[in-house]
């Protein structure tokens, strides 16, 4: 598939999405969103795929956010339909029924944080940059940053983040449990692949579940959570990959996960 703004590469069972925008910092344009969906789509598709990166193209971004030269002249009902593709696309991505790794390598800022947000696991490089910019240009942030950053750290350091607009950087990201570890630039892909590599290992049933699980209970009360916990454990007993991930316990051996 030719592509114009993104890449999507794969090694093996492990997928890599790169934003491919360098000269506008990764900005999304609407273009970019689209083939981001399109993207999303194969990947979803795509049955021996087990692990998804996400990063940005160069060594200054992730993405720095919507692409503000389209946004500018944007009427209410434009911004509307702008924001609810982002919606879209970004509920795909953390939809996705697969492990998903941000690679932040640089400036995520605004629709780049907001992405970020939207994946499994965040890892940063020590130069990058986050935050969510938007107050600064009169607006605010329109995928979902709102909500999605307020439930990771909680409503006052996101009301400080946003209202602030400004950025922080990997060491306070971390900090604030924004990101889960800070690399230096040149180790941060080496190291989103080894954590791959570790999940491709795992049972990808097991992992769909407990995603799925995680997600719909951290909104829910307690008690629906838990009973959504139990059918995801007590269905997993059908799968072929739970008989062979407890006899391989049993028999001091590695489990050959199958998926089904
Ligand atoms: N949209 C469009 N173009 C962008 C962009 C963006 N979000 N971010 C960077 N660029 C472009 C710049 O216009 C510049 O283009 P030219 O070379 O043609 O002038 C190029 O990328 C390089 O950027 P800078 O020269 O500004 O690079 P810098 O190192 O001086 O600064 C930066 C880097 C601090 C990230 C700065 O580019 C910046 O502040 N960018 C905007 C960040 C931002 O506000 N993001 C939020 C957007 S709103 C949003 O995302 C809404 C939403 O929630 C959906």
Redesign the pocket.
């Known amino acids: 598939m030719g592509y114009e703004t993104i890449r999507l590469e794969y090694e093996e069972q492990l997928a890599i999405l790169t934003i491919d925008r360098p000269?506008?910092?990764n900005?999304?344009n609407a273009k970019a969103l689209q083939e981001v969906e399109l993207a999303l789509r194969v990947v979803h598709h795509n049955a021996q795929l087990r692990a998804l990166i996400v990063t940005g193209s160069g060594e200054?971004?992730f993405v720095?956010?919507?692409?503000?030269?389209e946004?500018v002249e944007m009427t209410p009902t434009q911004a509307r339909e702008f924001?609810g593709i982002?919606h879209r696309v970004f509920h795909m991505m953390e939809t996705l029924s697969i492990p998903t790794i941000a690679a932040v390598n640089g400036?995520a800022?605004?629709?780049?944080c907001?992405l970020a947000l939207c994946c499994d696991l965040i890892y940063a490089s020590e130069n990058a940059k986050l935050g969510?910019?938007?107050v600064?240009?009169g607006?605010i942030?329109?995928?979902g940053?709102t909500q999605r950053l307020t439930r990771l750290v909680g409503r006052v350091r996101a009301k400080e983040l946003i209202f602030t607009g400004e950025m922080v950087d990997a060491a306070k990201a971390k900090e604030i449990g924004l990101v889960l570890e800070v690399l230096p630039a040149d180790r941060l892909m080496e190291h989103c692949r080894s954590v791959a590599h570790k999940l491709l290992k795992r049972g990808p049933l097991a992992i769909a579940q407990a995603k799925r699980v995680i997600e719909f209970g951290a909104d829910g009360d307690l008690r629906s959570a838990n009973e959504l916990e139990r059918q995801g454990f007590s269905m997993l007993f059908g799968s072929e990959d739970q008989r062979e991930g407890m006899r391989a316990f049993l028999e001091k051996r590695q489990p050959m996960f199958k998926g089904r």
Not at 64 to 69: E, M
């Open positions: 000269k506008a910092l900005a999304f200054k971004a720095a956010g919507a692409d503000i030269a946004m924001a982002g400036f800022l605004g629709g780049g907001e969510l910019p938007e600064t240009l607006v942030p329109g995928f940053g």
